[in-house]
């Protein structure tokens, strides 16, 4: 049964870079004192303050909390019954505000793209929050959730289709444009410096199967081919975010008990022949913005996303969904996503236990709410054979 908790749910980072989108999307969605119950939580009282104030809600509850204060990571997770985790980079940040929820039995989302991190928290706390019967999302947002939802559709058609899911699918990136924030630098940063300094984080980046402890499928495509490919007529190559993203499509199925078979393939590629693929510059560059800062409103809202992912059956029969939005990925557009996921969580009065991947425990309904809600579509249709 649901949690019972003064607040359906709170954004913990409220002031940061990403967690000010999320308070303007769901100020401007949901209020105040409508259907959901929220509030802000951080370590700057006046900061919080300050944001409620620019957002012109006066009765947002604010919450005082500070990843280095148990106490009142506690006291946040026991008024909420989830608690959005807007702190990043996650491998520094993240780990006390799970645990606080796990403590008091509030769920957990996050926008995680560190998978080296995630497979830690797996290990540790995948069996004692099913134990306790939390619920925690990770990877919420553009990635990984509108990739996953992507696969699931294409799937879903290819079962209705073909009476069987398709053994191998394959992600293609056509189009993006984004920009980046000091956070997303900051986790670059922080990232790259622990697989520098550790081989076995370095393996575990490597990994497709990394995220699915106990199971490993098939040989998968090593990502790192530059070839032209008919289905699209373009030219693909490797893409950063594959290392996380294939992680999470690989732990979807195992989630879900492999409906798309233990033998499932997959692989994210990018367009590389167009300028049009864009990720916003280096996190490494040295005018890479700081924590808490990012680009501004109109260039936010400049950026796009169009994927195409591809189910193939053995008789090479194809099926194809093609995910789109308007609106940074990263940022923008993820913001409008992890709202969605927060009230959708909220309102299930069932969700299931353990460290899950947003599709796998919300469904394929959740597509259907991100198209309405949150401007993300998502187009199937029957490709001819390759």
Same mark, same amino acid.
């Given at each position: 049964?649901?949690?019972?908790?003064?607040?359906?749910?709170?954004?913990?980072? /409220?002031?940061?870079?990403?967690?000010?989108?999320?308070?303007? &999307?769901?100020?401007? =969605?949901?209020?105040?004192?409508?259907?959901?119950?929220?509030? *802000?939580?951080?370590?700057?009282?006046?900061? *919080? %303050?300050?944001?409620?104030?620019?957002?012109?809600? #006066?009765? *947002?509850?604010?919450?005082?909390?500070?990843?280095?204060?148990?106490?009142?990571?506690?006291?946040?997770?026991?008024?909420?019954?989830? +608690?959005?985790?807007?702190?990043?980079?996650?491998?520094?940040?993240?780990?006390?505000?799970?645990?606080?929820?796990?403590?008091?039995?509030?769920?957990?989302?996050?926008?995680?793209?560190?998978?080296?991190?995630?497979?830690?928290?797996?290990? &540790?706390?995948?069996?004692?929050?099913?134990?306790? @019967?939390?619920?925690?999302?990770?990877?919420?947002?553009?990635?990984?959730?509108?990739?996953?939802?992507?696969?699931?559709? +294409?799937?879903?058609?290819?079962?209705?289709?073909?009476?069987?899911?398709?053994?191998?699918?394959?992600?293609?990136?056509?189009?993006?444009?984004?920009?980046?924030?000091?956070? =997303?630098?900051?986790?670059? &940063?922080?990232?790259?410096?622990?697989?520098?300094?550790?081989?076995?984080? %370095?393996?575990?980046?490597?990994?497709?199967?990394?995220?699915?402890? @106990?199971?490993?499928?098939?040989?998968?495509?090593?990502?790192?081919?530059?070839?032209?490919? #008919?289905?699209?007529? &373009?030219?693909?190559?490797?893409?950063?975010?594959?290392?996380?993203?294939?992680?999470?499509?690989?732990?979807?199925?195992?989630?879900?008990?492999?409906?798309?078979?233990?033998?499932?393939?997959?692989?994210?590629?990018?367009?590389? $022949?167009?300028?049009?693929?864009?990720? @916003?510059?280096?996190?490494?560059?040295?005018? /890479?913005?700081?924590?808490?800062?990012?680009?501004?409103?109109?260039?936010?809202?400049?950026?796009?996303?169009?994927?195409?992912?591809?189910?193939?059956?053995?008789?090479?029969?194809?099926?194809?969904?093609?995910?789109?939005?308007?609106? $940074? #990925?990263?940022?923008?557009?993820?913001?409008?996503?992890?709202?969605?996921?927060?009230?959708? /969580?909220?309102?299930?009065?069932?969700?299931?236990?353990?460290?899950?991947?947003?599709?796998? /425990?919300?469904?394929?309904?959740?597509?259907?709410? *991100?198209?309405?809600?949150?401007?993300?579509?998502?187009?199937?249709?029957?490709?001819?054979? @390759?």
């Amino acid at each position: 049964m649901a949690r019972k908790a003064e607040l359906d749910f709170v954004i913990f980072g /409220a002031t940061g870079f990403t967690g000010r989108l999320i308070a303007k &999307r769901l100020a401007d =969605t949901y209020g105040d004192g409508g259907k959901y119950r929220w509030g *802000l939580a951080g370590r700057d009282g006046p900061g *919080l %303050a300050h944001l409620r104030d620019r957002l012109g809600w #006066p009765r *947002l509850p604010l919450i005082l909390a500070d990843v280095n204060d148990p106490r009142s990571l506690d006291e946040m997770a026991r008024r909420a019954r989830f +608690v959005l985790s807007a702190v990043g980079p996650y491998q520094l940040y993240g780990t006390p505000v799970l645990e606080a929820c796990l403590r008091e039995g509030a769920g957990y989302v996050d926008m995680c793209g560190e998978p080296h991190w995630m497979a830690d928290m797996i290990r &540790r706390y995948d069996a004692k929050a099913r134990e306790r @019967g939390v619920t925690a999302l990770l990877s919420c947002g553009f990635d990984s959730t509108v990739w996953e939802l992507g696969v699931m559709a +294409v799937q879903e058609t290819a079962q209705s289709r073909f009476g069987r899911p398709a053994p191998e699918v394959r992600s293609r990136l056509l189009r993006m444009k984004g920009a980046l924030s000091g956070g =997303t630098a900051a986790t670059a &940063r922080e990232t790259i410096s622990r697989m520098m300094g550790s081989p076995q984080v %370095a393996a575990l980046l490597r990994d497709p199967f990394a995220l699915t402890p @106990g199971f490993r499928g098939p040989e998968q495509p090593d990502g790192e081919s530059l070839r032209f490919d #008919p289905d699209i007529a &373009r030219t693909v190559g490797p893409i950063l975010m594959a290392a996380i993203n294939t992680k999470n499509i690989h732990r979807s199925n195992f989630l879900q008990g492999h409906p798309w078979g233990r033998d499932f393939r997959y692989e994210e590629l990018a367009v590389i $022949d167009d300028e049009e693929v864009s990720d @916003g510059g280096s996190p490494l560059a040295a005018t /890479a913005p700081r924590p808490g800062d990012g680009p501004p409103r109109s260039v936010l809202e400049a950026g796009y996303f169009d994927i195409m992912v591809i189910g193939i059956d053995p008789s090479g029969r194809r099926i194809a969904c093609e995910v789109q939005a308007k609106g $940074d #990925p990263a940022y923008l557009a993820t913001s409008r996503i992890v709202s969605e996921i927060l009230a959708a /969580a909220s309102e299930a009065p069932v969700l299931p236990a353990g460290l899950w991947t947003a599709g796998a /425990a919300l469904g394929s309904g959740l597509a259907d709410r *991100l198209t309405r809600s949150a401007d993300v579509t998502f187009t199937t249709s029957v490709l001819a054979k @390759g």
